[in-house]
């Protein structure tokens, strides 16, 4: 019995319609370019009840009671069913909206727009969306993968997309329709369909066919073409079962489709020949529902009869037939999966070794009806990819097809696992090349040159150019043996071409910088051992063989060493005396490539770095370039344009420290690499619009993008300054690696990365100051030298952080013992020197030890400080050691003695070099430093009675010396003593030196045995001025001590603190302005007492001459000349 096509009914004005049905099937919707939908409860319904969305309704869909149009107001919106109640907005396009569709769940919405985007709206929350953009013209229809996985979009760019819903990323697309610049002038709407239920089809309406594309490998399986179809075909639509595939033309053409012979099964015509534009099935798959473009609604009814009487010669030899429609899909969901094997195990099956066309899904009879039981049911396990004619069916049965064909023998039907499935190993390849089909190539772009390789009819050629052409003049090569893979440096150039069935393998290298005649030579391979990847390195070359070899050259054609590599080999790169190798360590899945790297390091030393490990490419990914950065570090990029760099600080562990797809304006561009540097850090390469290679004419441009590693916010400050640090110290790691190998470096680079390094931790330290990350702080002391922690002492001291300072102080000590610790124990045992603590109260100046003093190379260090001048030389006598013990030695101070086999730390200051030799009195000018001393002079008094050993901080009075420098002392090799970091005034050595150097040696021993200046007037120059808070707590202790009478001296500071806080400003104000008068006085005593020491100088000075060597004489001639800058009273 025929299907009945009833009389069409008006529904909307003329132009574009759309419909579908609801859950249960009793209503039928439309909505139309009037504005309306109307609900339908079936094609006799006279009074349609009416919901206006809007001016114009494109596109419409329903599910749980929600219905979704798509507005000319450019709104997705939704309304409630069947009530009509507005629901409110979904989403919003800056366009209208051309198709909305919900997923098989209902739990979400897609909607392509003529704004060229594609959004994924959650129907319980419509702020959680993804935007899937790639198209590059209006979307003509989307739809939700049944898994819910996938979705695919038509466009008017004339291609179909598929897109991975999570990773809003583009799995595939196929250039299949006809390009548009909108909707209304597109050929055909394109409406795609997927298969319901094993979702293992896609079906895509182009022209006059449908095609059918696999899911997951996207591989075309089918075409279902009509030979009466002569206009494109405009939407499709799938039978709730998955089995039947119903399609409406331009022209008018309704057609059903039995997918699995491929027969068209039903054959209607628009009784006016109107574009169907609107198509939907029944839930129950009896009834087809249809729109066309003039507004009119129509129906095809008895479906059941005709697909079953269409089927049913299919099935003619099957025992058991179904009695309706109804039957042929439900009933088997209701039956158990074994029923009905041994029915369909009687039919007749073709043999597997018969040839079958590749364009049929299943062969149209033979097959047991049962079967279906199998891939009908939703719950089904079968997960295997659809196969092409019967022998593939065969094979491939338990893979789980979209279709099953008959099989000859009855068993149980269980779900295989396939496992994962293996990736196809990338192939050798030379980085810095092309591809070699190309016919214009570059064979070899780095650092030293080009490689250009010509194969076409008229030439077969190599043309070498060199960068600087001071290297070598250009050349040009005849290619007659066909060399394929090519390297160069600048010591030679090195071919290679593979073996024929009569001539073998060979590697030709031109020595175009030996200095004999002889330029050239080559080598023939065993037979059936081929080239594969070669490199060049200072003195020697390497190929790499298809008999898994690594066979060295030295440059001018000397064997040298070979050996078997563990896998095939990929690529290889060389530099210096580094050779890098990456291979094959097994077989990848799932995309990915298993690949080893070794790194080996010839010269005096050989040895093998890296040892096979993994080398770590991206997700899916293969390597695209290997080789080292212009400074000698390894260095590779995969096929995601992430850049690795080895660390070899960490382990020889591999740092990405680029990611070129950033940079990239398109999803077709890439970046070909071509060089790297570390100073300055540059990755030189060339871009790539639309292609992975760049073509040899016009000559690329090369472009140079920056180094960014991956950190996290590095949109806040502080992962900035972490991600700026840390690429500091891995693209500076090459300074040891190439000092250890016996290199030259420039050490004025070098320290500028530290100095850089340096200032960056000072400014994280900073931050973490003020974000009161005190933990942190300490954490970041860690990394700075033992210089800067002193910067950072005085930070915190000014920041009235007094528990940093004091754990930074603890700190300061602790890198200073170490760095003793790492001297030579054998140089201490050589002249042991005795080196004691003095407990130094607050202020005392270095002219109180100022008598002992030594040459070593603690005073070279500070000579490093200041280049113009030259250091002297002085000695240690027996009273030194007497005075050391009773008052023990300044690490600040200019001359404190020191071994001349274990140098001091230098410090290095912030705010500039200091000049040991220049007098300056900043004593005389208290005020300038008065605001230091107030924050300072408290941690120094805390930090001098604590009976933990720390580092005391001290500030300069004097303009020139505004940082504190901290040094430690080297430990006593024979006292239990530890020793203690101290601060003093270090100007004020300067402002002796030349006084205390002409002082007779009678003359120290004396001073040296004296007794500790007690007077005032003995001791006056020694004291800095004092601070508004100190005089108050001169005359304020006995009160707090009297009233806390248990407080030991930290504690009583810190009350005081506690208490002159509480003072009024006026009073606190009126205590500096004391401190300021009473510093004039010192200043002027100070003066006075350089006078006297510059007179007693003079009157010493020849009989101090006379006693010293020839060797002294010029540094007393230079201290001479420098104390005729010092201040003369006279």
């Known amino acids: ?14 132009g574009h319609t759309d419909v579908c049905f609801d859950d249960t099937g009793k209503y039928i919707v439309t909505c139309g370019s009037d504005g309306d939908v109307r609900i339908w409860e079936s094609l006799d319904d006279d009074d349609p009840k009416s919901i206006n969305v809007g001016e114009k309704a494109y596109s419409l869909a329903l599910k749980n009671g929600k219905l979704v149009t798509a507005a000319s107001n450019n709104t997705v919106q939704i309304h409630t069913f069947p009530e009509g109640d507005p629901d409110g907005i979904l989403t919003r396009f800056t366009t209208n909206a051309t198709h909305v569709t919900y997923n098989s769940s209902g739990s979400r919405v897609a909607a392509g727009s003529s704004d060229f985007m594609v959004k994924v709206v959650e129907m319980s929350d419509s702020s959680q969306q993804k935007t899937l953009r790639g ?22 760019d004339g291609t179909v997309a598929v897109w991975k819903i999570e990773e809003q990323t583009q799995v595939t697309s196929w250039p299949l329709l006809q390009k548009s610049n909108d909707v209304i002038n597109a050929k055909s709407l394109c409406r795609l369909a997927w298969q319901p239920k094993a979702a293992k089809l896609l079906a895509v309406p182009v022209e006059t066919t449908v095609q059918l594309y696999q899911r997951d490998s996207w591989a075309h399986v089918g075409t279902l073409s009509d030979d009466l179809g002569t206009q494109a075909i405009n939407v499709v639509a799938w039978s709730p079962c998955g089995k039947f595939l119903a399609t409406g033309s331009i022209g008018g053409l309704l057609t059903v489709w039995d997918v699995e012979s491929k027969l068209c099964v039903e054959r209607q015509t628009h009784e006016k020949g109107y574009t169907v534009c609107g198509l939907a099935w029944h839930p129950s798959g009896g009834q087809i529902a249809y729109t066309d473009t003039e507004g009119c609604l129509g129906v095809l009814d008895g479906l059941s009869s005709s697909s079953s009487s269409s089927s049913s010669t299919t099935a003619a030899k099957s025992t058991k037939a179904p009695a309706s429609y109804d039957d042929l899909f439900d009933d088997d969901d209701d039956r158990p999966m074994d029923e009905g094997i041994g029915e369909g195990a009687l039919s007749p099956a073709k043999n597997p070794g018969d040839e079958d066309d590749d364009d049929d899904l299943m062969p149209a009879t033979g ?26 069916f065969v094979d491939d049965d338990d893979a789980g097809s979209a279709i099953v064909p008959p099989v000859a023998v009855a068993a149980p039907l269980r779900p295989v696992y396939d496992g994962p499935m293996p990736t196809p190993p990338q192939k050798a390849f030379q980085p810095g090349s092309t591809p070699a089909h190309l016919m214009h190539r570059f064979m070899m772009w780095n650092s030293v040159g080009i490689v250009r390789g010509y194969n076409d009819d008229q030439d077969n050629a190599i043309d070498v150019e060199f960068h600087d052409t001071a290297v070598h003049h250009a050349m040009h090569l005849t290619n007659s043996l066909g060399h394929t893979v090519a390297d160069l440096s600048q010591e030679a150039v090195l071919l290679a071409c593979p073996g024929t069935d009569e001539l073998a393998s060979k590697l030709q290298c031109l020595h175009f910088s030996s200095w004999d005649t002889n330029k050239e030579w080559m080598v023939d391979l065993p037979k059936g051992e081929d080239v594969r990847a070669l490199c060049l390195g200072q003195g020697w070359a390497a190929a790499a063989t298809s008999a898994l070899m690594l066979r060295l050259f030295s440059i001018g054609g000397v064997q040298r060493e070979l050996f078997s590599l563990p896998g095939p080999v990929v690529c290889m790169a060389g530099h210096g005396e580094q050779l890098l190798v990456v291979y094959h360590r097994g077989t990848g899945f799932d995309g990915e490539q298993a690949l080893g790297v070794q790194l080996l390091q010839f010269g005096h030393k050989r040895r093998q770095v890296i040892h096979g490990e993994p080398l770590p490419l991206s997700r899916k990914s293969h390597l695209s370039w290997l080789g080292f950065t212009a400074e000698g570090t390894p260095c590779f990029i995969d096929s995601e344009g ?22 990239c304006k398109g999803k077709s561009d890439h970046y070909w690499v071509v060089g790297v540097h570390e100073n300055p850090q540059q990755l030189r390469c060339i871009p790539c619009k639309g292609s992975r290679y760049p073509p040899t004419l016009p000559r690329p441009a090369v472009a140079v993008l920056p180094f960014k590693l991956p950190f996290c916010q590095t949109t806040t400050e502080k992962g900035q300054m972490e991600e700026q640090y840390w690429r500091s110290v891995l693209l500076h790691n090459h300074y040891g690696f190439l000092s250890s190998s016996g290199y030259e470096i420039d050490e004025e680079g070098q320290s500028q990365a530290q100095k850089e390094q340096q200032e960056l931790l000072m400014k994280m330290f900073a931050l973490s100051c003020k974000l ?41 000590l602790e890198k200073a013992n170490q760095l003793q610790g790492e001297e030579p124990q054998e140089e201490e045992e050589e002249e042991p020197l005795q080196y004691t603590r003095r407990n130094t109260g607050y202020g005392q100046s270095s002219s109180e030890m100022g008598a002992d003093r030594q040459h070593s190379s603690h005073r070279q260090a500070q000579e490093e400080e200041v280049d113009e001048e030259e250091g002297q030389e002085e000695h240690i006598d027996d009273g030194d050691v007497a005075e050391s013990k009773r008052r023990g030695l300044n690490p600040l101070s200019k001359g404190t003695a020191a071994s001349p086999e274990k140098p001091s730390p230098k410090p290095v200051s912030k705010e500039g070099r200091v000049n040991p030799f220049k007098v300056s009195s900043g004593l005389g000018r208290p005020g300038s430093a008065g605001g230091q001393h107030r924050v300072t002079n408290v941690l120094d008094s805390m930090m001098s009675s604590s009976r933990k050993p720390t580092a005391l901080l001290s500030s300069s009075t004097g303009k020139l010396n505004k940082t504190p420098v901290l040094k430690p002392l080297p430990p006593r090799p024979k006292t239990k003593t530890q020793s203690t970091l101290l601060h003093m005034n270090a100007p004020k050595a300067a402002n002796k030196k030349a006084a205390e150097e002409r002082e007779p040696a009678v003359c120290r021993l004396k001073q040296t045995e004296a007794p500790p200046p007690a007077s005032p007037a003995e001791n006056v120059e020694n004291k800095k001025p ?35 806080r509480t003072l009024s400003a006026d009073d606190r104000l009126s205590w500096t302005e004391r401190a300021k008068g009473q510093s004039g006085d010192v200043a002027d005593m100070k003066k006075r007492k350089r006078g006297e020491e510059e007179s007693r100088g003079d009157e010493n000075g020849q009989s101090e001459a006379d006693e010293t060597s020839a060797k002294k004489k010029k540094p007393l001639d230079t201290s001479a000349k420098l104390s005729a800058f010092a201040f003369n009273k006279n």
């Open 642 to 663: 992430v850049v690795r760099l080895l660390n070899r600080s960490l382990g020889n562990m591999w740092t990405p420290v680029c990611n070129t797809r950033d940079n």
């Open 772 to 812: 009161e990350r005190e933990f942190r702080c300490v954490e970041l002391a860690e990394l700075m030298t033992q210089n800067v922690v002193t910067l950072a002492i005085r930070y915190a001291s000014r920041s009235r952080r007094m528990a940093l300072a004091q754990r930074l102080s603890d700190l300061a």
């Open 1026 to 1060: 004092k601070t508004g808070f100190q005089l108050w707590l001169e005359e304020n202790r006995r009160i707090i001590l009297a009233d806390n009478p248990d407080l030991e001296e930290t504690d009583v500071i810190k009350e005081a603190m506690g208490r002159f």
């Open 135 to 156: 198209h590059v013209a209006p979307v003509l229809s989307v739809t939700f993968d049944p898994k819910d996985e996938f979705l695919a979009s038509a466009s008017c």
């Open 1 to 14: 019995m025929p299907c009945e096509r009833k009389p069409m009914r008006y529904g909307h004005s003329e």
């Open 367 to 392: 097959r047991a009806r049962n079967r279906s039981a199998f891939l009908d049911d939703e719950n089904s396990l079968d997960t295997g990819s659809l196969k092409l004619g019967l022998d593939k």
